[in-house]
């Protein structure tokens, strides 16, 4: 078990340029989720995906956000067009679901994004 | 809002039993609690979780009140590396719906 694994895991930016974060799950894991953390709070669930599949999306994800999960293994997020209050850590997890048990989140370390 | 209520911060010498209280009164009957614990510039990690009765793993206990409005995680012997933000959380089991609060602030103390 290798973890879930964020790259990378500090990105300074300028204001207006685009950013592109990985997340490599569990393996074996079908749920993946991003979250959004600023000082002093909780993470705040943005997106997740049940395989390959985009089941939802936060209203804090605006059109500037993309993520992708492409054949349902490794998840992109990409912000286009960087403000300044895009600066947050940006979390990874994954989760195995099975038909009638309970879930478990396992988190990355997360992505941290500084945009100047 | 499926929130939680936590005290911002705590403080437990070391050796000591952590006793971390979380109120959830509108808790409705499928929603389970869970605990997560975030230690300083990691990611959230899960601690336990619950739906009507008390549960005990390898790191803590699970106290579920008999309304189930409140719950109690409890470090038996909370160590310096135990400090961290801990996390309260009520959801329907398989949703993606895990709301964070604020948490509660656990200084352990030498």
């Known amino acids: 078990d290798t973890g879930v694994s964020q790259n990378p895991r500090h990105k300074i930016t300028k204001r207006g340029q685009n950013v592109t974060f990985r997340c490599d799950p569990i393996?074996?894991?079908?749920?993946l989720y991003w979250y959004r953390q600023t000082l002093g709070q909780g993470p705040e669930f943005l997106t997740y995906f049940q395989n390959e599949a985009q089941l939802e999306k936060s209203r804090l994800l605006s059109d500037r956000f993309s993520a992708e999960r492409p054949k349902g293994s490794f998840s992109t997020l990409e912000i286009q067009r960087t403000e300044q209050g895009d600066s947050a850590m940006y979390l990874c997890?994954?989760?195995?679901?099975?038909?009638?048990?309970?879930?478990?989140?396992?988190f990355g370390s997360g992505t941290q994004l500084s945009v100047l | 809002d499926a929130k939680t209520t936590q005290p911002p911060s705590m403080d437990c010498a070391e050796g000591r039993a952590a006793n971390l209280p979380c109120n959830h009164s509108?808790?409705?009957?499928?929603?389970?609690v869970y605990w997560y614990r975030q230690i300083h510039s990691q990611g959230p990690q899960y601690i336990i979780h619950?739906?009507?009765n008390n549960e005990t793993n390898e790191m803590a206990s699970l106290i579920i009140t008999e309304d189930r409005k409140s719950s109690t995680l409890i470090l038996p012997h909370a160590t310096l590396r135990d400090t961290a933000v801990y996390y309260c959380?009520?959801?329907?089991?398989?949703?993606?719906?895990?709301?964070f609060g604020t948490g509660t602030r656990l200084k352990v103390l030498a």
């Open positions: 959380i009520r959801t329907t089991s398989g949703t993606y719906k895990y709301i």
């Open positions: 393996s074996e894991h079908n749920r």
């Open positions: 997890a994954s989760s195995l679901i099975i038909w009638g048990s309970t879930e478990k989140l396992f």
């Open positions: 509108t808790i409705s009957g499928n929603e389970y």
């Open positions: 619950g739906l009507k």
